[in-house]
C-alpha cells in the first residue's frame, strides 16, 4: 500500500492523529497538493459516505473521520492555494433563526469539505438578513439552511423570499436540510436541493454544481 492509500484508509479509520503525518509524508515524497487532496482525503470521505448510505457507518463514525480528512485538509490547504487548485463550488452555511442546533450543519460542512467544497459557516440562528448579506459578500455557488424544530421551518421560506427580494437568487441554488424537513416541503417553499443526510448532501451539491 502507498502513502495515499493509507492516508484514504486513516481517514475513513477517523484517525485524526495519523491523517496529517500521512500528508506530509506524501508531501515530501512529491506527490502533488490536488492527488493529495482527490486520491487520500476526498476518496477516504467518498468511501465513508458510501458505508453510511449502507448502514455500515452512523452518525459517530462519520463525524470521527470528518475529523480526522479536516486534520488532513488544514495541513494541506495553503498547498493547494499555492498550487492553485480550485474548489468545486462555494457554500454558505447556517441553521436559521431562532434555530440553535448544529450537529447536523457541522457534519454536513465536514461533509461538502470533504467533497472538495469550499465552506462558510454562518453559525446558528442566522437570520434572513444574514444569508443575504453573506451571498453578496462571498457570491457562492450554493447555500444550505438547516433546522431542527418545526417552528423554525418556516424561516427557511423567509429567507429563500430575502434572497428573491435582493435579486440573488437566480445566482444560488438553495439546499435545505434537518430532522423535520421533507422533499415535499422543499419543493412547497421553491428550494433548489433536498438532503435528507450529510452525505447526501455532499454528493446532491457535487451534482448541483456539476
Known amino acids: 500500500m502507498g502513502t495515499l492509500d493509507d ?20 508531501m515530501s515524497e512529491g506527490v502533488p497538493p490536488e492527488k493529495i487532496l482527490n486520491k487520500g482525503l476526498i476518496s477516504g470521505m467518498a468511501e465513508v459516505g458510501r458505508l453510511f448510505e449502507e448502514g455500515e457507518f452512523f452518525v459517530p463514525e462519520m463525524l470521527i473521520a470528518a475529523r480526522a480528512m479536516k486534520a488532513g485538509l488544514e495541513l494541506l490547504r495553503p498547498h ?43 453559525g446558528t440562528d442566522v437570520s434572513p438578513d444574514k444569508f443575504v448579506a453573506a451571498v453578496k459578500e ?7 439552511c438547516s433546522a431542527l424544530l418545526t417552528t423554525t421551518m418556516p424561516k427557511m421560506k423567509t429567507t429563500i423570499q430575502a434572497l428573491t427580494e435582493a435579486g440573488l437568487r437566480p445566482s444560488v441554488k438553495v439546499m435545505i436540510g434537518g430532522a423535520p424537513i421533507t422533499e415535499k416541503y422543499a419543493a412547497e417553499i421553491g428550494a433548489d436541493l433536498y ?16
Do not use: C, Y
Not at 433563526?97 to 450543519?105: P, T, V
Open 7 to 26: 492516508l484514504k484508509q486513516n481517514v475513513i479509520d477517523g484517525n485524526a492523529a495519523s491523517v496529517p503525518d500521512l500528508v506530509k509524508q506524501a
Open 80 to 122: 493547494l492555494a499555492a498550487a492553485n487548485v480550485k474548489a468545486v463550488g462555494k457554500v454558505i452555511l447556517g441553521t436559521v433563526q431562532g434555530d440553535l442546533h448544529d450537529i447536523g450543519k457541522n457534519l454536513v460542512g465536514m461533509m461538502l469539505e470533504g467533497a472538495g467544497f469550499e465552506v462558510i459557516d454562518l
Open 138 to 144: 462571498h457570491k457562492p455557488d450554493l447555500v444550505g
Open 195 to 210: 438532503a435528507p443526510d450529510a452525505s447526501s448532501a455532499a454528493n446532491r451539491a457535487k451534482q448541483a454544481v456539476l
